[in-house]
């Protein structure tokens, strides 16, 4: 079984910042990609954020783009994304992702995390 949990998030004022951070633990071969996704209110759509892959360069959504950081502690199975200067419309549930193969001749897989709320208002 593999599992991701997600923390960090919370209500935070317009021009603040914010720490996410998700662990992936369980039987686990080899992580490649890692990633956060978001859903805003009302919407069905899980919309990229970051995503880093175990070597080389990282994406961004444009939106974000000078804004938010991802990293990534392979000893640690961990991600992270460091969000600053928020606005209103970074509102959602930020959602974790990793592609993963659990045992050296098993496939690779896409999980998700729970999702952790992120409001930013004043």
């Known amino acids: 079984q593999v599992r991701l949990v997600e923390s960090g998030g919370g209500l935070v004022q317009p021009g603040g910042s914010l720490r996410l951070s998700c662990a992936a633990s369980?039987?686990?071969?080899?992580?490649?990609?890692m990633g956060w996704y978001r859903q805003a209110p009302g919407s069905d759509e899980r919309e990229l954020v970051a995503r880093i892959p175990s070597s080389g360069s990282t994406n961004y959504a444009d939106s974000v783009k000078g804004r938010f950081t991802i990293s990534r502690d392979n000893a640690k199975n961990t991600v992270y994304l460091q969000m600053n200067s928020l606005e209103p419309e970074d509102t959602a549930v930020y959602y974790c992702?990793?592609?993963?193969?659990?045992?050296?001749?098993?496939?690779?897989?896409?999980?998700w995390g729970q999702g952790t709320q992120v409001t930013v208002s004043s």
């Open positions: 369980g039987t686990i071969f080899r992580i490649n990609d």
């Open positions: 992702n990793a592609n993963l193969q659990m045992r050296r001749w098993t496939y690779p897989n896409d999980y």
